[in-house]
């Protein structure tokens, strides 16, 4: 712990030009809020709800229709509940991954497939399908 404590305060005492430092940290600055605008925008978030519900309507992939009655999907399930008003249903978006993740850990009795755990999909797909169903 003493060695990494060292190195911080050898780094800290360390002389530098901060103009130098400041007009390096600038366009770095600006190229970051640019990337992270572009993650957020709005067409960047229609593009995963509209991957969301592909792939919850997918029969092969999340097939969450086997079980589910979502609107605008075809021949549904009623093993599950109907998957409406979602977001007021799971306001923390984490505890919705949860539930696609690995619905066992919070309901061992569930007939919900471990879609993360098994690898059915991955975080990424989980992520734009729980995008889609806080829309319904």
């Known amino acids: 712990m003493e060695r990494f404590y060292f190195a911080i305060e050898t780094i800290a005492i360390t002389p530098r030009n901060d103009a130098l430092t400041a ?46 009655v979502i609107k605008g999907g075809d021949l549904p399930g009623t093993i599950g509940p109907e998957l409406k008003d979602i977001k007021s249903k799971y306001p923390d978006r984490n505890e919705l991954v949860a539930i696609i993740f690995d619905e066992t850990k919070r309901n061992p009795q569930t007939m919900m497939p471990p879609f993360g755990r098994n690898r059915i999909l991955t975080e990424q797909e989980i992520s734009a399908i729980v995008d889609f169903l806080q829309t319904l």
């Open 23 to 68: 007009l390096f940290r600038t366009p770095l600055l600006f190229l970051l809020l640019a990337i992270a605008a572009g993650l957020a925008s709005p067409a960047r978030a229609q593009s995963t709800v509209a991957d969301g519900q592909k792939l919850a309507f997918d029969r092969g992939k999340g097939n969450c229709l086997t079980c589910h």
